[in-house]
């Protein structure tokens, strides 16, 4: 079984940063590809951004293209969401996902565990 448990939310004003954090339990973290997705109220849930287990297959949503970076450490089971030029628009509740596939893959039925959520909030 895998657990996510995501952090690093919080409230920031547009033009802001913040650094999510997504720690994954058990062995099969390392060979899996991880993917953050949204949720905004009254939204479908979006994929953000997704990294296969090498970190060298990387895939963005056009809207955050150029300002949020995804990356992952192995050895510490964690993959990391860096949100840079923050928009109201980003305003979302941010979840960590977990596929045992091999690919990065846009669609949220492909994802097998799923974090609890954060919320990040952007104020104009």
């Known amino acids: 079984q895998v657990q996510l448990v995501e952090s690093g939310g919080g409230l920031v004003q547009a033009g802001g940063s913040l650094r999510l954090s997504c720690a994954a339990s058990?062995?099969?973290?390392?060979?899996?590809?991880m993917a953050w997705f949204r949720q905004a109220p009254g939204k479908e849930r979006e994929f953000v951004a997704g990294i296969n287990w090498s970190g060298g297959r990387r895939h963005y949503t056009e809207s955050v293209k150029g300002r949020f970076t995804i990356s992952r450490d192995n050895a510490k089971n964690t993959v990391f969401l860096q949100m840079n030029s923050l928009k109201p628009e980003d305003t979302a509740i941010y979840y960590c996902a977990l596929d045992l596939g091999g690919t990065v893959k846009t669609m949220e039925r492909a994802y097998d565990y799923w974090g609890q959520g954060t919320q990040v909030t952007v104020s104009s």
């Open positions: 058990g062995r099969t973290f390392s060979s899996s590809v």
